[in-house]
């Protein structure tokens, strides 16, 4: 589903329509283009973060941060989109700390973020 919603330009729009509730066209081409640079600097403080903690050594030193900063975002976005969409499907106040302890050990054992993992690519 994620590499059709990338080739399948029917699917890509539908699925915008469907996250974003309205179809960015004359005008909403305005919001979507600020929301993209919103998203893009955002991805740039989270490696920031991420780079802070490796010197840390409270992350992995050969971290590929530009994939876990992705992950990190479409993460909480989704877990957030997910409450909002059925709030009543769990209890994300009760359970938010453990999603945070889940991503982060994500973060710190998953060899697929590391930058000396194989290549999965098909």
């Known amino acids: 589903i994620l590499e059709a919603t990338v080739v399948e330009e029917r699917r890509r729009l539908m699925m915008e329509i469907i996250f974003h509730k309205c179809e960015f066209v004359g005008e909403m081409a305005v919001v ?5 640079s919103l998203s893009l600097e955002s991805y740039d403080r989270i490696e920031q973060n991420l780079n802070q903690c490796m010197q840390a050594k409270l992350l992995p030193a050969n971290l590929l941060t530009r994939r ?3 992950l990190m975002r479409s ?3 989704g877990l957030m989109e ?10 994300l106040k009760a359970e938010a700390r453990s999603y945070v ?3 982060l050990e994500m973060l710190q054992l998953c060899p697929t973020l ?9």
């Open 32 to 36: 979507q283009q600020a929301q993209r």
């Open 68 to 70: 876990a900063a992705i």
């Open 75 to 77: 993460y909480i976005s």
């Open 82 to 91: 997910n409450w909002l969409f059925a709030p009543q499907s769990f209890d």
């Open 101 to 103: 302890a889940i991503l």
């Open 114 to 122: 590391r930058s000396d993992a194989p290549s999965l690519t098909a």
